[in-house]
């Protein structure tokens, strides 16, 4: 069982920043590959970003691509997403998610374990 917990949304105007961190507790953090994921409001969930167990392989979306980075940090059992330069269509529910698969993932369906997610809201 992996537990995972969101936190370091919030309010932002267009053009800002944000940290956002994922805490982990259970089972060897460093064994999972790592993903983030939105929600917006009335829109299905999507995919923002995945790291591998190792953090050498990263993937993003091209919405956030040049824009946000993904890191871990497998000491603290901990993934980050910095947002920069964020836009107010990156409003949405932030989640961090958890798979057992070696590489990395766009997949939900291959995310074991999810957060309960942050909110990220970007005023224009």
């Known amino acids: 069982q992996v537990q995972l917990v969101e936190s370091g949304g919030g309010l932002v105007q267009a053009g800002g920043s944000l940290r956002l961190s994922c805490a982990t507790s259970?089972?060897?953090?460093?064994?999972?590959?790592m993903g983030w994921f939105r929600q917006a409001p009335g829109k299905e969930r999507e995919f923002v970003s995945t790291?591998?167990?190792?953090?050498?392989?990263?993937d993003y979306a091209d919405s956030v691509k040049g824009r946000f980075i993904i890191s871990r940090d497998n000491s603290k059992d901990m993934v980050f997403l910095e947002m920069n330069n964020l836009k107010p269509e990156d409003t949405a529910i932030y989640y961090c998610?958890?798979?057992?698969?070696?590489?990395?993932?766009?997949?939900?369906?291959?995310?074991?374990?999810w957060g309960r997610g942050t909110q990220v809201t970007i005023s224009s």
């Open positions: 998610a958890a798979t057992p698969i070696s590489g990395t993932s766009e997949r939900m369906e291959e995310y074991r374990y």
């Open positions: 259970g089972r060897s953090f460093s064994s999972w590959s």
């Open positions: 790291i591998s167990w190792s953090g050498d392989t990263t």
